[in-house]
């Protein structure tokens, strides 16, 4: 993977959650903006300090992080 050199995670900001440098915009709020349907040139326009590499590498980054967990999912059948 490469390097995700524009996420960062600092106690004394947001709590310590993933944050794109530079700013307060959370990782967490960039995916749910994307998986509510918004595209990245919405995440873009809503924040226009953003580039796209950053939205690209908060997936990375989402996706990194969930790579190693095993977690059962629950059936979706209907009976």
């Known amino acids: 993977m490469e390097k ?3 996420i960062v995670a600092n106690p004394r900001i947001c709590m310590g959650q993933p944050v ?3 700013t ?4 967490s709020v960039i995916l749910k903006m994307l998986a509510g349907g918004k595209t990245i040139d919405d995440v873009l326009e809503a924040y226009p300090e953003l580039q796209p ?3 690209y590498q908060a997936m990375q980054y989402a996706a990194w992080v ?4 095993i977690h059962p999912v629950p059936s979706l059948e209907v009976a």
Request: without cysteine; charged residues 40%.
């Open 4 to 6: 995700l050199d524009r």
């Open 20 to 22: 794109i440098r530079g």
């Open 24 to 27: 307060r915009i959370t990782v």
């Open 53 to 55: 590499e950053d939205i």
């Open 66 to 69: 969930v790579s190693d967990q």
